[in-house]
């Protein structure tokens, strides 16, 4: 039953959010600014939520707790490397500053991003389904506005859009691979359950703090502020929610 919740999962996180993020695409020009915001907000807190409330504490209950910090604080630096390497860090608006960059090593960048998702969605129901679902939550919030800025790039470097969608398709399997691959693997060994909590913990604050609040932080409204505020509080909300069941 677990690998059944396991497959749906993964699947809504990486195809699912490329469908979404499609969809989102045929809006006109100032809707998807205007929602663009909101999606990143939600996404922030529910990711923050996820790795404090969710994945953090459920190391703490596997390992010590010098071991998890270690993990995490470890976990930043490796996706700080990856980052620099463009593996890691995605566009997450219609107007990214790294439009020109090279849409294959995009693709190479997002296959390997759902790839870890994968492996999150894994250990996080591997521990139960309550925090399985709420791991998801976060990773599908964030993967829809990841995709919309990955769309962008490929369209800017003369993919059509049905090219486009067609390979964001292909990368976002890789999702289903990583979380086959690593239940098969930490059914096996349970002890690495701790270690992928800890290290799933800190990609999750690194995409918070490192890709999605900077984008947030520019001059506001006050109105623009107060939702920005309400719904990143929302999202922690959803995990503290899941975190009574």
């Not at 925090?131 to 990955?150: F, K, L, R």
Request: glycine share 8%.
């Amino acid at each position: 039953m677990i690998l059944v919740y396991i497959i749906i999962f993964s699947v809504l996180g990486s195809i699912g959010a490329i469908i979404v993020a499609a969809f989102f695409l045929t809006f006109p020009n100032r809707i998807q600014f205007k929602l663009l915001p909101g999606l990143i907000s939600y996404a922030t807190g529910a990711l923050l939520g996820a790795a404090f409330i969710r994945l953090i504490p459920h190391s703490l209950e596997l390992l010590d707790g010098e071991i998890v910090m270690s993990v995490v604080l470890l976990g930043i630096v490796i996706f700080f490397i990856l980052e620099k390497l463009v593996l890691w860090r995605h566009c997450h608006k219609v107007d990214c500053e790294i439009h020109d960059a090279s849409g294959p090593l995009i693709l190479i960048g997002d296959a390997f991003h759902n790839f870890i998702d994968g492996v999150v969605i894994t250990a996080a129901f591997l521990v139960s389904i309550p925090v399985g679902i709420a791991t998801s939550i976060s990773i599908i919030s964030h993967e829809i506005p990841q995709e919309v800025g990955d769309f962008a790039i490929l369209i800017n470097n003369n993919y059509s859009k049905l090219k486009a969608f067609g390979l964001n398709i292909i990368a976002g399997f890789t999702s289903l691979i990583g979380a086959l691959a690593a239940y098969f693997f930490m059914m096996k060994i349970q002890s690495s359950i701790g270690y992928v909590m800890a290290l799933s913990a800190s990609s999750f604050i690194y995409i918070a703090i490192g890709d999605l609040m900077p984008g947030l932080s520019n001059k506001n409204t006050l109105k623009q502020t107060i939702s920005q505020i309400f719904l990143l509080l929302c999202g922690i909300g959803t995990i503290i929610i899941f975190n009574h069941h």
